[in-house]
T-cell receptor, first 112, second 119 residues
């Protein structure tokens, strides 16, 4: 099955700085890569996703890049704010079953 | 966006009893529903996949006789934890994908989760 690795496990940044989280996946058949933000006790919330026919996608302060050859994808948050503090998960899935394989998560703390 | 509800949000039960958790898609047809378990400070682990009208497919290591899944309609899936034990205490989250959802065929919509505590 698919194996998704995520780094770092924790990330502390100063407000206004950028945060970068990186993930790698093992199965070249994966073609959908979402990123989720989860606050304590809440459901995962989709913040951005990318499909394998696109190399980069941006939505305001959030961007995701995908390198299919190297099988890795990254989340970039610019101008971080305290409300960006949460656990972030990357995931990967394939069209034939749509099952999501999650990374281990990154706890992001934005220091005011 | 599409809405998925889950009930109950919290449940406490005694060891040996069974608990049923409901997952509903409120405004789209959920062709596929997924059930995840999340232990504290850990990631979401897929337990099973259910397609409407067919038997659920369980991930390796998940006991199908212990975690009964029914997906009887395009808007409802249930997870029953049978003979619950303290080690089953966890956060159970469902998700759904399907036709008519605004995000298209790929996006999964998550329920708010059910906190199960077995005493």
């Amino acid at each position: 099955g698919e194996n998704v690795e995520q780094h770092p496990s924790t990330l502390s940044v100063q407000e206004g700085d950028s945060a970068v989280i990186k993930c790698t996946y093992s199965d070249s058949a994966s073609n959908y890569f979402p990123w989720y933000k989860q606050e304590l006790g809440k459901r995962p919330q989709l913040i951005i996703d990318i499909r394998s026919n696109v190399g980069e996608k941006k939505d305001q302060r959030i961007a995701v890049t995908l390198n299919k050859t190297a099988k890795h994808f990254s989340l970039h948050i610019t101008e971080t704010q305290p409300e960006d503090s949460a656990v972030y998960f990357c995931a990967a899935s394939m069209t034939y079953d749509y099952k999501l394989s999650f990374g281990a998560g990154t706890t992001v703390t934005v220091r005011a | 966006g599409a809405v998925v509800s889950q009930h109950p949000s919290r449940v406490i039960c005694k060891s040996g009893t069974s608990v049923k958790i409901e997952c509903r898609s409120l405004d789209f047809q959920a062709t596929t529903m997924f059930w995840y378990r999340q232990f504290p400070k850990q990631s979401l682990m897929l337990m099973a996949t259910s397609n409407e009208g067919s038997k659920a497919t369980y991930e390796q290591g998940v006991e199908k006789d212990k975690f009964l899944i029914n997906h009887a309609s395009l808007t409802l899936s249930t997870l029953t934890v049978t003979s619950a034990h303290p080690e089953d205490s966890s956060f159970y989250i469902c998700s759904a994908r399907g036709t008519g959802a605004p995000g298209g065929i790929y996006e999964q919509y998550f329920g708010p989760g059910t906190r199960l505590t077995v005493t």
